[in-house]
């Protein structure tokens, strides 16, 4: 014979439903809301479940009861971000009401998205946005995307924010509730057909990017994992073979690019966390031309394609093996690497040729400055990278052949990469494209300029032999500035600030004929 509960939580007790009793109750454990035992109090609300249940998952979400951690990530030994044991569930930030937006926000969002973020991730169109927006209040399906939306338009729309202000917690909450509304559509039965559609898809997606955000590397991982299950139950190879389809051309090739957007993403995720990347290259190839897009996006996001797929298995396994003793080392050869140059280089001459065909006029459109960023710092990021590779191996070479590739040298980063890179960084409104683009344009930036640093001060020597008037000088130059730009920003978190810091004193102790102007107030500031 079932006991009588003395005393039901919050929830049940609003609700009018039976409650176990236990902490959490069977009845909040089933709808994943927050348990709470407290002394009832003396109105009663309507008894609307839907509103309920939004309500409810407000419920104790102050920050003197359910904090969200100061620190955003922990790092393990092998360098990944993880989730500490003693950190809470990713909470709402304890700043905004109940029901604290209204359509017409998410509406005055659409133009941001259609500038900041539909160029670098052109599935969801902004009607498509605007017709969820119209059926969040009905659909779970519909809200989740909507609020995802929300976060990553804020994320990749600011030129600047940092990760412990008022437009962090705006995004945190919007991601909150994101995810809430993911929960609530899935289906009540466990046995029921798993939904599956493009929206739910890139609901994972935004919030993905978001979580790279901070730095969330594991969360950013399973939701992309979850992202690239359901875009393989679409078989996409399948439906572009298959003429018998409904399916238009247009749609398929807004598919073709949901599982290239996944094949960046994860290829990304595994050159900064290590984390395992399983989608091959799309044997269809780039996707078809849509004339639903303008021109300018799928030029842009073909681009960005090819440069991704230089980092095949080969590329990803010497990767990965840097971080992980265990794993069976394949054979690496400086021909290798030098291949991979040359194909960053056959990448940079087609990128200029193509760029002169459009500045006169041979070429339909042109990309936007927030597309060539992403372009060029990507280019060159990889660049470090296959030189970080042949550094690990010892193919490097203080003086190369002639016949060599230029990359095959000690202090290649600071004899092309920097003074490169200084000079994509000045122009007159980069600075606003680079922040927009979010955290993987300054990730990049960060990993050059670092390791710029480094051979300034592993190799002094080979830099001061140089036989030009000035160009040690120069390029320690071309170092602070990309320094001062990276400090500029506030996503740059504090332990990337640190290194760089330690590394700019070190360098001064090394080459202390320097003038580091501007230095000493900008690291005292620091």
């Not at 993403?265 to 966390?273: D, G, P, Y």
């Not at 006169?360 to 030189?387: C, K, N, P």
């Amino acid at each position: 014979m079932n006991q009588r509960i003395q005393k039901a939580c919050d929830g049940c007790r609003i609700r009018k439903v039976k409650c176990t009793g236990t902490r959490p109750c069977g009845q909040c454990n089933h709808l994943n809301l927050l348990c709470k035992f407290s002394v009832a109090k003396g109105h009663r609300l309507p008894p609307v479940r839907g509103r309920l249940l939004a309500q409810l998952r407000q419920v104790g979400t102050g920050a003197s009861e359910l904090p969200i951690p100061s620190s955003v990530a922990e790092q393990d030994n092998s360098g990944r971000y993880m989730t500490a044991a003693k950190e809470q569930q990713l909470r709402p930030a304890p700043h905004f009401p109940e029901h604290p937006y209204s359509e017409d926000f998410f509406t005055r969002l659409l133009p941001d998205y259609e500038r900041a973020a539909y160029p670098v991730n052109p599935i969801i169109t902004s009607n498509e946005i605007a017709e969820s927006i119209l059926h969040m209040r009905t659909d779970p399906t519909h809200a989740a995307l909507v609020y995802a939306f929300a976060a990553v338009t804020i994320n990749l729309g600011q030129a600047s924010w940092p990760l412990d202000g008022e437009i962090s917690a705006r995004i945190r909450d919007l991601m909150w509730r994101s995810l809430s509304a993911r929960h609530q559509a899935d289906p009540d039965d466990a046995l029921r057909e798993m939904p599956n559609s493009v929206r739910r898809i890139m609901t994972c997606i935004f919030l993905e990017i978001c979580m790279m955000a901070f730095k969330r590397y594991d969360r950013s991982f399973t939701l992309l994992r979850e992202a690239i299950s359901m875009i393989q139950m679409l078989c996409i190879e399948r439906l572009c073979s298959n003429s018998n389809l409904d399916l238009s051309a247009p749609e398929l090739a807004r598919r073709q690019r949901l599982y290239w957007e996944a094949f960046i993403h994860e290829r990304f995720l595994t050159m900064v966390s290590n984390y395992p990347s399983i989608l091959p290259p799309l044997r269809t190839g780039m996707p078809f031309e849509d004339p639903t897009i303008p021109l300018h996006v799928h030029i842009g996001f073909s681009r960005i394609i090819r440069l991704f797929l230089i980092m095949d298995d080969d590329f990803l396994a010497h990767w990965t093996a840097q971080d992980d003793p265990g794993q069976a080392r394949r054979e690496m050869t400086a021909a290798w690497i030098e291949l991979k140059q040359e194909e960053l280089d056959d990448d940079e001459t087609s990128a200029a040729a193509e760029t002169i065909g459009i500045h006169s006029g041979t070429a339909v459109a042109g990309l936007t400055e927030l597309q060539q960023a992403d372009l060029d710092i990507t280019r060159a990021w990889l660049r470090t990278a296959i030189w970080q590779l042949a550094m690990s191996r010892c193919l490097l070479s203080s003086e190369p052949p002639t016949s060599c590739h230029e990359a095959m040298s000690l202090v290649f980063p600071v004899r092309r990469l920097s003074a490169q890179l200084r000079q994509l960084v000045a122009r007159l409104e980069f600075k606003t494209s680079i922040a927009m683009h979010g955290f993987g344009i300054l990730q990049k930036i960060f990993e050059i300029t670092n390791t710029i640093a480094d051979v300034m001060a592993l190799v002094p020597a080979s830099i001061a032999t140089e036989k030009e008037e000035g160009v040690e000088h120069q390029r320690m130059a071309d170092l602070l500035f990309l320094v001062k730009v990276l400090f500029s920003f506030e996503r740059i978190d504090q332990v990337q600030k640190d290194i760089m810091k330690m590394k700019m004193e070190n360098l001064k102790k090394l080459i202390p004929e320097f003038d580091f102007e501007g230095w000493s107030e900008l690291s005292s500031y620091l």
